[in-house]
């Protein structure tokens, strides 16, 4: 007798074989862990464990972003993006948005919305980034626009559709950008904060 009710059996996770802590700097740990899949599959993986981070999509009135370009050495670039940053132990990530927009761009947000949470890496990375819409934009104050003492960041302003057209190759900059053409509605939604 089939006793089949449509659903699929519970998947077991991956057994944790042993775990070891490479590296550890502020900003993030280097892991190896040896896990062992439920089909007996071994994987032998290093990956960063990483307290996540926020990225602000600040819209202008005109509809344009606010955005900054730096230098990612990784890539060896200068690279346009929407601001972003990691959240500090224990912060709130919308905390730690409203802190990296003024921190980045010396302005302030009466409006804000969270977009999408998205996972950047995740065959290297446990990093979840936060993606926040800000609007009502206004200039912080003087103390504002205090990056950190290893950044050089220079402000520019652009349309969504002008970063999707290739004016970026930042990942968290164009799923910004998508993300405010695809639903534009999600960017008249009620705020998370004022």
């Known amino acids: 007798m089939n006793h089949d009710t449509g659903t699929a059996p519970p998947q077991l996770g991956p057994e944790l074989v042993s775990s070891e802590l490479l590296h550890r700097n502020a900003r993030f740990d ?39 370009r730096q230098y990612r050495h990784a890539v060896q670039q200068q690279l346009l993006e929407i601001p972003a940053g990691r959240l500090e132990p224990g912060e709130d990530r919308l905390q730690a948005a409203i802190r990296e927009l003024e921190e980045e761009t010396g302005l302030r947000a009466a409006e804000w919305c969270l977009l999408q949470d998205i996972l950047p890496a995740p065959g290297f990375a446990s990093e979840r980034l936060s993606i926040y819409l800000a609007r009502g934009l206004s200039p912080a104050g003087p103390q504002a626009a205090t990056c950190d003492a290893d950044e050089e960041l220079s402000l520019e302003r652009h349309a969504p559709g002008d970063l999707l057209a290739g ?26 904060a004022d």
């Not at 993986?45 to 009135?61: F, K, Q, R």
């Not at 004016?167 to 998370?192: H, M, N, Q, V």
Request: no cysteine.
């Open 167 to 192: 004016l970026t190759t930042d990942a968290k900059t164009l799923i910004a950008a998508g993300l405010l053409l695809r639903a534009p509605s999600r960017a008249a939604e009620a705020p998370l």
């Open 30 to 68: 280097l892991r190896r862990d040896v896990v062992r899949l439920p089909s007996g599959l071994t994987q032998d993986l290093v990956w960063v464990d990483h307290p996540g981070a926020v990225g602000i999509a600040a819209v202008e009135e005109d509809g344009r972003l606010v955005l900054v």
